[in-house]
């Protein structure tokens, strides 16, 4: 009889695989035995979590890939499904993400309500957790995009959350790279940078890019499409 927790079992991980991002450059090293796709300048990582059986969770390996008789589009399969569950993606504003799910007081909530500011989206997964992975959930940024009749600049915040703007004249790309780039020096801890750039998704041809659109390489059988 096959134990649930037996991780050389395919069916046993399958439903408990999910996407990480993380910065290329700076985890060039230690991707050297691990399973991971490039995109643009960060690496997309396959985090088994398996702490509910009692055990650790772990970055899946290349040697992972083959005790499974599984490729890296199957599993990539398998984590895109897993983390874009439509019970797991949170899309809010920042103000409520502050104030309904970290629990900060609105008074200390240092956001400006005027008509003149911009409305900034938080992309991340119910936990607040690595839902930097949520750059690449196509779906919810066209549904997002439709939404707010514009295409989107996509900053990351840091590996946890993703925080989408509709492109305004006065704030141009070189404005919210400097922001990216202020926040990250200052606020985000090495362990939780996930990039300097901003990436854009263009809404009419639903594709993700680094500052200029261009054509993401995942599949549409892997993040959903656009319908």
């Known amino acids: 009889m096959r134990k649930a927790n037996d991780i050389t079992k395919w069916e046993n991980v399958k439903g408990r695989i999910f996407l990480h991002l993380v910065n290329y450059e700076r985890h060039k090293t230690e991707l050297a035995d691990k399973a991971y796709v490039p995109f643009l300048d960060l690496a997309i990582l396959f985090y088994c979590n398996i702490r509910q059986a009692g055990l650790d969770g772990f970055y899946v390996k290349k040697k992972h890939l083959s005790i499974w008789e599984q490729d890296i589009k199957s599993v990539l399969q ?33 956001m400006i309500a005027g008509p003149e500011e911009p409305l900034l989206i938080t992309l991340s997964n119910k936990a607040l957790s690595f839902g930097g992975a949520m750059l690449l959930n196509i779906p919810v940024l066209k549904k997002l995009a439709d939404a707010l009749n514009s295409s989107l600049y996509l900053l990351p915040s840091s590996i946890h959350e993703i925080l989408a703007v509709c492109p305004d004249p006065v704030r141009d790309l070189s404005y919210l790279t400097d922001m990216v780039k202020e926040v990250n020096q200052f606020a985000v801890t090495p362990e939780e940078f996930l990039s300097d750039n901003v990436y854009y998704f263009d809404r009419e041809k639903c594709e993700i890019g680094m500052a200029v659109p261009i054509q993401a390489f995942i599949d549409d059988s892997a993040t959903g499409g656009c319908a």
């Open 78 to 110: 398998a984590a895109t499904e897993n983390t874009f569950h439509e019970d797991n993606v949170l899309v809010k504003s920042v103000k409520d993400v502050l104030i309904q799910d970290l629990q900060v007081e609105p008074y200390h909530v240092p």
